[in-house]
């Protein structure tokens, strides 16, 4: 009774058959089975229910595929691309992962540091630092009443208040209590009011010129040089040349 040729619910019937007293041979013929597969299906399920043989199932072929990713570690590298194997990964990051693929994949500590690329000692270090919890306290406040202020600001305001600490470690817990200020993007205005030009009521009060680039058959650039009536949208002249200076371009113009 293979698994790829039956589900669970003909396994067990055909257990219950042969635990009911029917014959082995029977059973097997009517599965079209070996008797030494029926033996075997017996051993391994004895006592089992369908939802635990569910479970089994679904536990083995989770275990098969843990196996392929440790064994390969092309599969390995791109399962964990981005997280474990990124580059610039802090320690903690890395420490939390190993906790969470110890969690989801039932590793040794031991194989999981070497999947995140971090050593076992690494991973069991407990900081000793100082958490500086009124600073932090402090720090909250400040930035809580002084919505618009950032973090040199805020330095400033606690040395004040006789804190001694520096930019860099107002800085770090400013980043780690997330007290980051969202900024508005400056729009650029202009130097000046811009007056709008009055339109032309009739032909040659006022021209207009400008450029058009174009390339010939062997690559070369060439620029041509075109003047315009605003009123009538007649083109009086053009000038084309491969490369054209402001003096002949105001020739041209006066021209």
Known sequence: MPGKRHSEEQILYALRLIEGGKK?????????????????????????????????????????????????????????????????????????????????????????????RITRWSNRYQSRRDRQTELRMRLRDLAAVRIRYGYRRLTVMLRREGWRVNTKRVYRLYREEALQVRTKKRVKSAAQVRITLAEATFANPRWSMDFVSERLADGRWFRILTILDQYTRECLCTYADRSRTARRSANNWTG
């Open 24 to 116: 082995v041979s029977e059973v097997c013929r009517e599965m079209g089975v070996s008797q030494q597969a029926v033996y075997s299906r017996k051993r391994r399920y004895a006592g089992l229910g369908l939802h635990e043989l569910r479970e089994l199932r679904q536990l083995r072929e989770e275990n098969r595929k843990l196996k392929g990713i440790v064994a390969d570690p092309h599969v390995r590298q791109a399962h964990f691309a981005g997280s474990a194997l990124k580059k610039g990964l802090k320690p903690a990051k890395r420490r939390e992962l190993v906790r969470q693929v110890r969690q989801a994949y039932r590793l040794s500590e031991k194989r999981a540091c070497g999947l995140m």
